[in-house]
């Protein structure tokens, strides 16, 4: 049975893959297949849910957060805990661990800079503070689990908790971490996003990429995505339409065996 942390002292003793999810979302809806085959496997998976924690119940909410809740139909006291209760789900039934770290979203941690859509997913801002404050504890996570795979987004969409994940990952590579970096979806399914992403962080070339199959797992992610019932929306507009877009873009991948895949960059 998957556990769920909130304290890093509390963890197993061993992992074979770390993920590291911006959101309470991202890790399923880009890796879920590759994470219910390592299961499958007999490979354990740890989760690391980096915007997870809860601004004041009372707030004050900034317009584009009370906009993102009427959009989850989510009440504002309770729009973290939800999310939350949804990516247990998810990942109970991918059959991964997740540690739940209390940083804030965006849209929480500074209102005043990320004000929209065109903020959210543009520059970071000058003094954004997510990247120093995540840093050090994905340094911990490495010195602690030094076997480990770990992954990370590439940005692809230009979400700022996304860029600023991808950059302490870049940084922590270059020390000698094992790093492998994945795709953002459904980010990476707009066309040309990918080729826009690569051009910004160094091009294509620098990379090694990787398809793994997931044809054994492909159904086990679209129920995973499923929980997430107040992104559903939001993100594909129906279950539908969701796993019409999963399975679309997994089935573009084309693995050496099988129809179905995933994808993750290895810096050269």
Request: proline letters at 6%; one cysteine or more; glycine letters at 8%.
């Amino acid at each position: 049975m998957p556990h769920h942390y909130i304290s890093p002292d509390d963890l197993a003793a061993t992992y074979d893959h770390i993920y590291l999810s911006p959101h309470l979302d991202d890790a399923a809806l880009s890796c879920g297949g590759s994470i219910a085959r390592f299961v499958g496997a007999g490979q354990t998976v740890l989760v690391v849910n980096i915007c997870a924690g809860s601004p004041p119940a009372a707030g004050p909410f900034s317009p584009f957060a009370q906009r993102m809740h009427r959009q989850w139909g989510l009440p504002p006291d309770e729009a973290v805990r939800r999310r939350t209760q949804e990516d247990v789900e998810a990942l109970e039934t991918l059959g991964a661990d997740c540690l739940l770290l209390g940083l804030l979203d965006a849209i929480y941690r500074m209102p005043e800079a990320y004000v929209g859509d065109e903020t959210l997913f543009g520059t970071v801002a000058p003094d954004d503070t997510l990247a120093d404050s995540l840093r050090g504890q994905v340094a911990a996570l490495a010195a602690r689990y030094p076997a480990a795979i770990f992954y990370a987004p590439l940005g692809v969409g230009q979400h700022v908790d996304h860029q600023a994940t991808y950059e302490v990952a870049v940084g922590l590579a270059q020390s000698g971490l094992s790093m492998a970096f994945y795709e953002d979806f459904p980010y990476v399914a707009v066309p040309g996003a990918l080729d826009r992403r690569m051009a910004q962080i160094g091009g294509a070339e620098i990379f090694l990429p990787s398809v793994t199959g997931i044809d054994a797992t492909l159904a086990r992610k679209i129920s995973a995505v499923e929980a997430y019932a107040s992104q559903i929306s939001t993100l594909f507009g129906d279950l539908a339409t969701m796993a019409e877009r999963v399975t679309a873009y997994a089935e573009g991948l084309r693995p050496e065996a099988g129809t179905y895949g995933e994808r993750i960059w290895m810096r050269r």
